[in-house]
């Protein structure tokens, strides 16, 4: 699965472009808990996590040849969305001037 996001621009600490149900989705799937791993038919390794209305249903996002890169994987996509949700805190300074 592929997901789509839009850009938007940041200035003056806006986030304005970012819907509440964006945010929840990516709260979401930055927690680890909220992952699995499953083997396919094939020997593939299918990264899923659980989806936020039904907790019975799992979103297949990724697969992959071994099962230490599908988790991989699933630490890459937490981290892409934990870094997303910091930015939406504001812009960090990273240096100041006297």
């Known amino acids: 699965m592929t997901y789509f996001y839009k850009t938007y621009s940041w200035g003056n600490n806006s986030t304005q ?4 149900e964006t945010r929840t989705l990516w ?3 930055a927690k680890k808990e909220n992952w699995r791993i499953v083997q396919l038919p094939n020997g593939f390794f299918q990264a899923e996590y659980k989806d936020l209305n039904d907790e019975e249903k799992w979103i297949d996002v990724t697969r992959r040849e071994t099962l230490e890169s599908c988790e991989a994987a699933i630490d890459g996509s937490i981290s892409h969305y934990s870094k997303k949700l910091e930015f939406l805190k504001g812009p960090k300074v990273v240096k100041t001037f006297k």
């Open 27 to 29: 709260e979401h799937i």
């Open 17 to 20: 472009g970012i819907s509440e």
